[in-house]
């Protein structure tokens, strides 16, 4: 999961959470049982024509976010060449951008309130046992809302970077990506603990997915 806000409204966004988690569950499964190019070009093209149907901004917009998979993509292309397996590449390529994106796809059409809503459902028969729901509801908020949120703090380091120099920032940003995600989670940390921590009885997850983080450091 990639993103959290669609600058576009569409049909799926009133379809229900369970039915869209349920069906990216299937998706994933089938795409992972599968190693046929066939199948799997033929997923790809499907969850691209999925992206494309609400029109143009909605997109250009997921496949911005879908961008950061690029390394990863020329990384385990260049590894399969160089091992003589070059379709076997393609194809853990294919798989992993279709699952991406379908996860990303449902992030963009699903409140984060009722994905919560979903997980608590499910995870109803373990509270009975003193599983404490709360803890993972917030552990599961608090990971999808921050991705977007260190890749935008990554954007801001790379810009700064480039204002002052003109070789590429590479490795060079690691060390204050690193120190800006701690400082980050001392203010996550903090904010809990006013709210009554994480076992407390705080308000409820809201939906955090429909506006900028209140972590976000000034």
Not at 15 to 34: D, Q, R
């Amino acid at each position: 999961m990639i993103s959290l806000t669609s600058p576009v409204r569409t049909r799926a966004h009133g379809w229900p959470a369970g039915v869209k988690l349920g069906g990216l569950l299937l998706a994933t499964v089938a795409l992972a049982a599968s190693s046929s190019l066939v199948v799997l070009g033929a997923g790809a093209g499907l969850v691209l024509l999925l992206y494309a149907l609400p029109g143009r901004v909605f997109l250009a917009h997921g496949l911005r976010r879908l961008a950061v998979l690029l390394p990863f993509v020329l990384v385990i292309l260049g590894w399969h060449l160089l091992a003589a397996e070059p379709l076997v590449g393609l194809a853990i390529c294919l798989r992993m951008v279709a699952a991406v994106a379908l996860a990303n796809l449902v992030t963009m059409t699903t409140r984060l309130s009722d994905m919560m809503q979903v997980l608590r459902r499910l995870g109803a028969p373990l509270a009975r046992f003193g599983f404490n729901m709360r803890a993972l509801e917030i552990s599961i908020a608090l990971l999808i809302r921050m991705i977007p949120v260190l890749s935008e703090t990554g954007g801001h380091l790379r810009q700064s970077w480039r204002a002052r120099s003109a070789r590429r920032p590479g490795w060079r940003i690691i060390m204050p990506l690193t120190l800006a995600t701690l400082d980050d989670a001392d203010h996550v940390a903090e904010a809990l603990k006013a709210r009554g921590g994480i076992g407390g009885a705080g308000p409820e997850i809201s939906d955090t997915d429909e506006r900028k983080s209140q972590w976000k450091r000034p």
